[in-house]
Each structure stands twice: as C-alpha cells, then as structure tokens.
C-alpha cells in the first residue's frame, strides 16, 4: 500500500530544520505484515529527543529511515501466527519488542532484550525484515516503530492492547515518555514512600518522571533544569521547589538547601553535564539513575571512592526498566484515576507536513510534547 511518511535523509543536517528539512515527507511502499507482524493505522506520533538525536546525528542509526518511536494506533489487519489480538483494536507501540526468549527476557528484562538490540541498531522490524521501500528501495525501520507515518507494519511484540477510552493523542505519551519517565522512578529507582527525590531534566521524559514521583508519595520533590518556563511549569505539576542549574555552582547550592542532596535524583536530560549534576546532588547513601541518552562517545566522571565510602548507587534505566505488557497497563489505570495526568504533558497537535518545524521547537526548548495527529 501507498503511505505518506516522514523520512529522515540524512543525519547532521544544518538548523534550523523548516530551512534545511531533514525530514521529507514521502509517499513510500509499505508491504503486507509478514508472520507475527501487525499493520497498524497510526492515530498520534510523539516527538521526542531521542527521534531528534538521531536527526542531529549524535546517536547514529542506518539512512534514510522511516523515523518515529512513540505512538498510538488502530489494529487494520494481522500477519500470520497473530491471534491475540484483532481488527479494531487500540495499540500503544512500543519501541524495544521482546522476543521472549533470550536471558534477558527469560528473567524479566525486557528492555534489555537482545535481538531487539541488534534489529533496532540496524534498521529493522525483530523479524529481520524491513516493510517499508521508496521506488523499489528498502528504507530502515526507526526502533521498530517508523510512526511518523499513516500506517506502520510492526511485530506483535512491539504492541501492547489499551482501552478504546483513552484518548489515542494521550495514549501515544505512554509508549516512551511515560515508559520511560514513571519507570524511571517506580521500577529503576523502585521510589520508597516518603523519599526525598530530584529530576534534573525537565523533557517529556523528566516531566513525565516527575508525575510518577508524586504519585509514588514522594516527600520533597524537586524539578531542575536550565529553563525557567519549564521549572514554572514544573511547579504547577507539583514539584516543591525548582532549582535552575545554569546559576554558578548549582551543585553546591542545591546541597546546602538539602542538607546534603536527595535520597533519589533521576537524570533524564540526556547530557553528561546533567548526570553530573545529578551524581553530586545525590546524598550520601543515596541511588542516582540515569534515564538520559547522551551521544555514544560521551564518557563519564565520578570520585570512584564515593561508590564505597558513601555507599552510593548509580543506575542505568533503559525504557523505565519496564515490562510493557505489565506497566502500561498500570500506568493507564493511574492516568485514569487522575493520579497520572499526562495530558497535561501534551503542548501541540501538528500535521506530519508540520514535523521538521516541530523539531524545531523541540530542540529551542519550546515545547514538552508534540503529536503528529493523523485523521
């Protein structure tokens, strides 16, 4: 069938991006699903900062590719071996599928599944195949997703069923900003009630880990980042104070206000400089998380004393450390009972046309969560 997708070219491309469009809006050749694949009509698409690293080009992946991960849509017709679910259904995507079968998933760790690593790194769908081509070449799938598009051929494995009441514009939040952000703080970090905890980078993702931090009973709950609007913003999320880490030595500031930093402090700008942060506002016998995804090459700094003499924690959280099938369900039920208000996350609606100057406002810091909506 014939789709419109967004297409990245090429990565690197000079800013801003409505001038330099790396992003070209294509009519593409999208193939039947193959066995254990779904097509799937894409309701919203999120964009995100790890879709912009990729655009920028600081986390590398196989052009031209058929880019978006996080997104929501309608069931319209099942590979082979596809019996769970059926036409009609409501999806969230999610953009680390797991086979099932090697050590990771075998004890619980889907997000460290490892032929989703491998096809993920190499522009594929888990099956090995790509679905997707422009005059007869192939393109590569983004994380499996490839949701900025009309429709989308994915694995089963990539899907997780929602309720038709959840609104698909919201729903699209929880396949990565919600995963990512309130798996951060429940599963990584595993928040104990009353803690005192940090979110240094104030995304989607970080504000998203902020909900989940006042509503897993967090006690002092403190939002950081170098924008002021969102550290407003934050505030009228519920965070009980705001620290910006742009003003001269934010690190010691924030540990004299604390007496000595926060049990917990969750990094999910992405930067080496925020982790940074992030380590040395962590007090002692505290656990610091890394959610953020920094370029490849970045490499990291701490006293290595302190792991043992202050007993210190640092942790990675890949996707929230999540078992989609369990947390997103769970996460929805919180979202409808009002405890999770993600919708508050949701800044624009565009149309696909729009993409290359929403990554724009992304990347200006004007924006928490925009979608691609579909009609």
């Not at 709950?221 to 009228?236: E, P, S, T, Y």
């Amino acid at each position: 069938m014939k789709v419109r997708a967004a297409v990245l070219e090429d990565m690197g491309r000079a800013t801003p991006y409505a001038v330099s469009k790396p992003l070209t809006i294509s009519t593409v050749d999208l193939a039947p699903p193959g066995p254990g694949e779904v097509l799937v009509r894409i309701a919203a698409a999120g964009l995100c900062h790890s879709d912009l690293s990729v655009i920028d080009g600081s986390r590398p992946r196989p052009t031209p590719m058929a880019l978006g991960h996080e997104a929501s849509g309608v069931v319209e017709e099942l590979g082979k071996g596809v019996d769970d679910l059926a036409k009609g259904d409501h999806v969230v995507l999610v953009f680390v599928p797991s086979c099932g079968h090697c050590q990771p998933c075998a004890i619980g760790r889907p997000a460290l599944c490892e032929p989703a690593a491998a096809a993920n790194g190499a522009g594929m769908l888990l099956s090995g195949e790509r679905r997707i081509s422009r005059d007869t070449k192939p393109l590569n799938h983004h994380m499996g997703v490839s949701a900025f598009a009309e429709y989308a051929v994915v694995s089963r494995r990539s899907l997780v069923r929602i309720d038709k009441d959840i609104p698909l514009d919201h729903a699209a939040l929880f396949g990565c900003a919600v995963l990512t952000g309130v798996g951060a703080v429940v599963n990584t970090a595993a928040l104990p009630a009353g803690s005192t905890v940090a979110i240094v980078g104030l995304g989607g993702v970080g504000l998203a880990a902020l909900l989940g931090a006042i509503a897993s009973g967090g006690d002092r709950i403190a939002a950081i980042d170098l924008d002021d609007g969102k550290l407003a913003f934050a505030r009228q999320l519920g965070a009980t104070e705001t620290f910006n880490s742009r003003e001269a030595d934010a690190a010691a500031t924030i540990r004299d206000a604390t007496k000595g930093g926060f049990d917990v402090v969750i990094e999910l700008a992405g930067s080496v400089k925020a982790l940074e942060l992030a380590y040395a506002i962590t007090r002692r016998g505290g656990t610091t998380v890394t959610g953020g995804l920094p370029a490849p090459s970045a490499m990291l700094q701490i006293p290595a004393v302190s792991l043992v003499a202050e007993e210190r924690t640092l942790k990675g959280s890949y996707i929230g450390t999540c078992v989609p099938s369990r947390d997103l369900p769970r996460y929805i039920n919180l979202f409808r009972r009002g405890r999770l208000p993600v919708d508050r996350l949701l800044t624009d609606r565009i149309a696909l046309d729009e993409i290359n100057e929403g990554f724009d406002r992304l990347r200006e810091g004007k924006a928490i969560r925009q979608v691609v909506t579909f009609g």
